[in-house]
């Protein structure tokens, strides 16, 4: 059975992501028009003033410094959570239970990450059926609390349950 990862919300992927802040990247630095409108512009036409007119120090220039920096630090991030990835798709890669399925794709880091999924998948059911289990045993002690005129803590001491069962 072929299962696949999502994609992030964005439908790109997290290379195609990276390479998009690269070039948006760049085309801030080389227009720093497209940062904020220019101050003092024409409203109606949206022409800017002349350079040498503007401060080089203006509010805009610190905009663009700041969303540049901004830039540079998610670039940062996807470069560090690449490199997660890429440690955590081979470790699923390394599971007994990865090794032992026939693989349909033809793409490891896809087949990895469709396992882990199936892995976490399977732990979340298993968790949600303890809880229900959980629920309806300590409904029991409560009957059984109820009907002796004690606590539940006492009764669950009594049989050897601690709260953190």
């Not at 964005?10 to 290379?15: A, E, I, Y």
């Not at 350079?51 to 410094?65: E, I």
Request: hydrophobic share 35%; net charge negative.
């Amino acid at each position: 059975m072929e299962h696949e990862a999502e994609e992030p919300q964005s439908g790109l992927s997290t290379p195609q992501m990276t390479d998009s802040l690269r070039s948006h990247h760049a085309e801030l630095e080389s227009n720093p028009d497209l940062v904020a409108p220019a101050k003092g512009a024409d409203r109606e036409s949206g022409i800017a003033p002349s350079k040498s007119s503007r401060p080089s120090n203006s509010p805009r220039d610190a905009r663009q410094a700041k969303l540049l920096a901004s830039i540079a630090t998610l670039e940062s991030k996807i470069t560090t959570a690449n490199s997660q990835l890429s440690v955590k798709t081979q470790e699923v890669r390394q599971l007994q239970s990865f090794q032992q399925q026939q693989v349909v794709t033809d793409d490891p880091d896809k087949a990895a990450l469709a396992h882990a999924q199936v892995i976490a998948n399977s732990n979340i059911s298993l968790l949600k059926r303890y809880n229900e289990i959980k629920d309806v045993a300590m409904g029991m002690l409560s009957l059984i609390a109820e009907k002796e005129g004690k606590r539940l803590a006492e009764v669950m001491e009594e049989r050897g349950i601690s709260e953190k069962d």
